[in-house]
């Protein structure tokens, strides 16, 4: 039994495997941290990118470029999307939806809610239909984008998702009115 002791003594003091038993045990919990924080950083860059190009694109439709240049629903989602810098899935209009419409005033604007979940929230709809409607010289107009964007990380007490299919909606809206 003495053997047995004073292998288990030295194995006790021995600690040059220390490190690794520390990283091991830290690994996950820092790791989780970096992704979670990856991922927090590519979704607000995401929907900052969605605002500004919904910002840009409403500016051809302000100032009469848009109608002037015969622009219809797919050169307006055009104009849009050449401004996402390829983060975005232009092509697929489940993910994108894009509304152009003129309201009577500012204060009568009040974008409805873009998508519509069943009672268990285990499936959701668009209701947003998309349209595109500039209005002409002082209409009021508001343009609403929307976009399904997706979330890589789910973990218990970190989800970014919004939506059942592990999305996060993302909306960018601008009220304006046309110049004269």
Same mark, same amino acid.
Request: charge should be positive.
């Given at each position: 039994?003495?053997? *047995?002791?004073?292998? @288990?003594?030295?194995?006790?003091?021995? /600690?040059?495997?220390?490190?690794?038993?520390?990283?091991?045990?830290?690994? +996950?919990?820092?790791?989780?941290?970096?992704? *979670?924080?990856?991922?927090? *950083? &590519?979704?607000?860059?995401?929907? #900052?990118?969605?605002?500004? $190009?919904?910002? /840009?694109?409403?500016? +051809?439709?302000?100032?009469? #470029?848009? #109608?002037?240049?015969?622009?219809?629903?797919?050169?307006?989602? $055009?104009?849009?999307?050449? !401004?996402?810098?390829? &983060?975005?899935?232009?092509?697929?209009?489940?993910? +994108? !939806?894009?509304?152009?419409?003129?309201? =009577?005033?500012?204060?009568?604007?009040?974008?409805?809610?873009?998508?519509?979940?069943?009672? =268990?929230?285990?499936?959701? %709809?668009?209701?947003?239909? #998309?349209?595109?409607?500039? @209005?002409?010289? =002082?209409?009021?107009?508001?343009?609403? $984008?929307?976009?399904?964007?997706?979330?890589?990380? %789910? +973990?218990?007490?970190?989800?970014?998702?919004? &939506?059942?299919? @592990?999305?996060?909606?993302?909306?960018?809206?601008?009220?304006?009115?046309?110049?004269?």
């Amino acid at each position: 039994m003495s053997p *047995a002791i004073g292998r @288990g003594r030295r194995f006790a003091r021995d /600690d040059r495997a220390a490190t690794a038993i520390e990283f091991g045990i830290l690994a +996950l919990p820092f790791f989780t941290l970096i992704f *979670a924080t990856l991922e927090t *950083a &590519m979704v607000f860059f995401a929907g #900052q990118v969605l605002d500004s $190009a919904v910002n /840009d694109s409403s500016r +051809l439709i302000r100032t009469g #470029q848009a #109608q002037a240049g015969g622009y219809d629903a797919n050169a307006y989602r $055009a104009a849009i999307c050449t !401004r996402l810098y390829g &983060m975005f899935d232009c092509n697929d209009h489940n993910k +994108l !939806r894009i509304k152009v419409s003129v309201v =009577s005033s500012f204060s009568t604007a009040n974008p409805a809610p873009p998508i519509t979940c069943n009672p =268990s929230n285990t499936a959701c %709809s668009w209701t947003v239909v #998309q349209s595109y409607t500039p @209005g002409t010289n =002082s209409s009021v107009v508001m343009v609403e $984008a929307y976009y399904k964007w997706p979330t890589m990380i %789910s +973990l218990p007490g970190f989800d970014l998702a919004t &939506m059942p299919d @592990g999305t996060r909606l993302l909306a960018a809206v601008r009220l304006f009115q046309n110049e004269p």
